[in-house]
């Protein structure tokens, strides 16, 4: 296991119903992540949200804002906390209903300082 995995690990795991947890760079490619999913399915999601992240980060930078911290968002079944960490990359944790996400982005947030690190 990679550090950057272990940094993910131990923010899942010290996360009610988190699910998984991925470190990915600016075009959604994952560096490397730890889920409780199918590992497929989970690079999918990843790379979804990275576009995402990408298209806020294009409209921001058009309104001269500057880029997004983090965003959430919030599904029927399920909740995506998305952080930046540095040069375009992002940090993710998807969790299950019911979700702390002031829990999720604080672990999330202390994952990314690691990360930082490693990086």
Do not use: K
């Not at 969790?95 to 947030?109: D, I, K, S, T, Y």
């Amino acid at each position: 296991m990679t550090p950057f995995a272990a940094i993910m690990r131990r923010a899942v795991a010290a996360t009610p119903n988190a699910i998984g947890g991925a470190f990915a760079d600016a075009d959604g490619e994952m560096v490397d992540s730890y889920c409780t999913i199918d590992p497929h399915e989970w690079a999918v999601l990843t790379a979804h949200y990275g576009v995402v992240m990408a298209h806020l980060t294009a409209a921001f930078g058009t309104w001269h804002f500057g880029g997004p911290e983090y965003f959430i968002a919030q599904h029927r079944e399920l909740e995506i906390v998305v952080c930046a960490v540095d040069a375009g990359y992002y940090a993710l944790m998807a969790l299950r209903h019911p979700a702390n996400l002031g829990f999720a982005l604080q672990q999330l947030r202390l994952a990314i300082v690691e990360l930082r690190r490693e990086m």
